[in-house]
């Protein structure tokens, strides 16, 4: 059952998005001031803009706060700190990747991805405490899915912003294993604490809001399990996001040119080198052709497209 309007306290507006953009959460204070958790995708942040200025309904949106730094949940953060001047607050893990804008540390054109560059004006460091909507939230590290990322508690409503940490049916891909890097434990080990404490609500970076709890984390964990038995289908499953997330963005492309700016793509290079080690272009076709035979992607004529 996805959660209701009627459970979602009242401080709080969660602008659940399409999948290749994060949910926004807006938190609103008792002084009309308001602090916004993730700022989805670059390619949408004008209707991210508009979205939230509708939320705030002449609210003054005083701070941004992201779970973590993949591009999907801060690909606003330069628009909208701009616009409504907001100041920006990130997870520490990355800090000094934004300060001198490492395109490369952070990620973005290893996953075929853009953000629009921003600063920052404070970290959140896990174990810190937050005060957004009028209720303390306590920021808690979540890696796995990033190793920098955190999920934002609150313990008197028992609510969660889990990021990717937790979805209704599952969780991020692990990409720090196919780096040849521990994800899968931390990954198990944030599904353990969430199982602790035992939230009301949660409320995803992707996906509805729930309150099955229970019923989402055996879920997670048997994907976990599986994911675990088989490195390689972890390895599908990151290559795999990736294509879909790049269809999504851009609709359709000549398979041709996918498979040249797959090349581009640093994720995707691992991945074959790791696990498949087929031709280049091979890899590429087969992982299309099985997301196509999934009924998440079409293929005709040699064009690509993403189906909805």
Same mark, same amino acid.
């Given at each position: 059952?996805?959660?209701?309007?009627?459970?979602?306290?009242?401080?709080?507006?969660?602008? +659940?998005?399409?999948?290749?953009?994060?949910?926004?959460?807006?938190?609103?204070?008792?002084?009309?001031?308001? =602090?916004?958790?993730?700022?989805?995708?670059? =390619? %949408?942040? /004008?209707? &991210?803009?508009?979205?939230?200025?509708?939320? #705030?309904?002449?609210?003054?949106?005083?701070?941004?706060?992201? =779970?973590?730094?993949?591009?999907?949940?801060?690909?606003?953060?330069?628009?909208?700190? *701009?616009?409504?001047?907001? &100041?920006? !607050?990130?997870?520490?893990?990355?800090?000094?990747?934004?300060? *001198?804008?490492?395109?490369?540390?952070?990620?973005?054109? @290893?996953?075929?991805? !853009?953000?629009? *560059?921003?600063?920052?004006?404070?970290?959140?460091?896990?174990? +810190?405490? #937050?005060?957004?909507?009028?209720?303390?939230?306590?920021?808690?590290?979540?890696?796995? %899915?990033?190793?920098?990322?955190?999920?934002?508690?609150?313990?008197?409503?028992?609510?969660?912003?889990?990021?990717?940490?937790?979805?209704?049916?599952?969780?991020?891909?692990?990409?720090? +294993?196919? /780096?040849?890097?521990?994800?899968?434990?931390?990954?198990?080990?944030?599904?353990?604490?969430?199982?602790?404490?035992?939230?009301?609500?949660?409320?995803?970076?992707?996906?509805?809001?729930? &309150?099955?709890?229970?019923?989402?984390?055996?879920?997670?964990?048997?994907?976990?399990?599986?994911?675990?038995?088989?490195? /390689?289908?972890?390895?599908?499953?990151?290559?795999?996001?990736?294509?879909?997330?790049?269809? #999504?963005?851009?609709?359709?492309?000549?398979?041709?040119?996918?498979?040249?700016?797959?090349?581009?793509?640093?994720?995707?290079?691992?991945?074959? +080198? *790791?696990?498949?080690?087929?031709?280049?272009?091979?890899?590429? &076709?087969?992982?299309?052709?099985?997301?196509? @035979?999934?009924?998440?992607?079409?293929?005709?004529?040699?064009?690509?497209?993403?189906?909805?």
């Amino acid at each position: 059952m996805s959660a209701g309007s009627a459970i979602v306290p009242s401080t709080m507006r969660i602008l +659940e998005r399409g999948w290749v953009s994060s949910n926004n959460v807006v938190l609103f204070d008792a002084d009309r001031s308001a =602090t916004l958790v993730d700022t989805g995708y670059v =390619t %949408h942040s /004008e209707q &991210t803009l508009q979205l939230v200025r509708h939320a #705030l309904d002449g609210r003054q949106l005083t701070r941004i706060i992201n =779970t973590h730094l993949h591009s999907d949940h801060c690909g606003g953060n330069a628009l909208l700190s *701009r616009e409504l001047n907001a &100041t920006i !607050t990130i997870p520490p893990g990355h800090a000094e990747a934004v300060q *001198r804008w490492d395109d490369a540390a952070l990620g973005f054109s @290893a996953c075929g991805q !853009t953000c629009d *560059r921003f600063s920052f004006d404070a970290v959140v460091r896990p174990g +810190e405490h #937050l005060v957004m909507g009028g209720s303390d939230w306590q920021a808690v590290a979540s890696p796995g %899915h990033d190793p920098h990322s955190i999920v934002l508690w609150n313990a008197d409503d028992r609510t969660l912003i889990s990021a990717d940490a937790l979805w209704e049916n599952g969780f991020g891909a692990i990409f720090p +294993e196919v /780096e040849s890097e521990s994800g899968f434990a931390e990954q198990r080990a944030i599904l353990e604490l969430i199982s602790e404490l035992k939230p009301r609500l949660v409320i995803p970076g992707h996906g509805a809001p729930f &309150t099955e709890v229970d019923q989402a984390l055996a879920r997670a964990f048997a994907r976990l399990d599986a994911l675990e038995a088989s490195p /390689e289908r972890n390895a599908r499953s990151v290559i795999k996001t990736l294509l879909k997330f790049h269809l #999504l963005i851009v609709r359709h492309v000549a398979l041709e040119e996918l498979i040249q700016r797959c090349g581009g793509w640093q994720y995707a290079r691992i991945v074959n +080198e *790791r696990y498949f080690r087929l031709p280049f272009p091979e890899f590429i &076709t087969c992982n299309v052709q099985e997301l196509v @035979a999934g009924g998440a992607l079409l293929l005709h004529n040699g064009v690509v497209a993403n189906r909805d």
